[in-house]
């Protein structure tokens, strides 16, 4: 799909006033993250990890009946950190390993459920957000559409579906239930967002996962990818 010089001026405009603007081997959830870094981190298909980091490698620890989790976790962990928890997050000690079974490095993304009075919010009144700060989340806190971090929609947001308009510039991702987050949408590079928060480019030559957010796939890359299953597919010729 070919985007007029305005379009693309626009988008990226409105993607750069709410994103981190910075070198990154991957993004997840509006954070910059390194392949190197010793926690492990979720993504949507068992192909993503590798291709994100060739350092690492998925394992699927944690999965559910109904779900799996794939983990993307360092190949071998470094010597400063040199235990493995069950995820594959590396720590110091087995201790830590131990108690940390399922750390991620994506922990700080979240604004704080019952946030401090120094925290860039407002209280809901009567249910409502002002105007300014329209995005309201499950305890009632009102914040803007530039937010950078992930803010927890109230629930209502996940079943009715009626969110996603109220910021355009942020990106929301359904689950089987739950407070589910809003999140600053991917670069103009890399406009396909799995259903863990990473950001991919449309011509990235795996399946990307997207169970739940089927609508992302030819939402972002029109054209170029396509359903099949939970999976997003690159269309071949």
């Known amino acids: 799909m070919k985007l007029s010089p305005i379009i693309l001026c626009s988008i990226t405009l409105l993607w750069s006033s709410n994103t981190i603007a910075q070198d990154c081997d991957f993004i997840q959830y509006n954070q910059c993250y390194s392949c190197d870094d010793p926690l492990a981190f979720e993504v949507g298909s068992s192909e993503s990890c590798t291709y994100l980091c060739p350092n690492r490698t998925v394992n699927i620890e944690g999965s559910g009946s109904a779900w799996t989790a794939y983990n993307c976790a360092l190949k071998e962990c470094p010597k400063d950190r040199p235990f493995a928890a069950q995820n594959g997050s590396c720590f110091a000690s087995p201790e830590e390993a131990e108690n940390n079974s399922f750390a991620y490095n994506t922990d700080n993304t979240y604004v704080p459920d019952f946030p401090d009075n120094n925290f860039d919010h407002v209280m809901a009144n009567n249910g409502k957000c002002p105007d300014d700060k329209p995005l309201k989340n499950w305890d009632d806190g009102c914040y803007s559409c530039n937010e950078k971090l992930i803010v927890r929609l109230d629930t209502d947001c996940n079943f009715e579906k009626n969110c996603e308009d109220i910021c355009p510039n942020r990106t929301v991702l359904y689950a089987m239930g739950g407070n589910i987050p809003s999140i600053p949408n991917c ?33 972002a890359c029109p054209n170029q990818r396509v359903m099949a299953g939970v999976y997003c597919h690159l269309l071949t010729e």
């Open 187 to 219: 670069p103009p590079d890399k406009p396909l967002m799995d259903r863990e928060g990473i950001c991919y480019p449309c011509d990235a030559p795996i399946a990307i996962g997207l169970r739940l957010n089927e609508r992302l796939c030819e939402q």
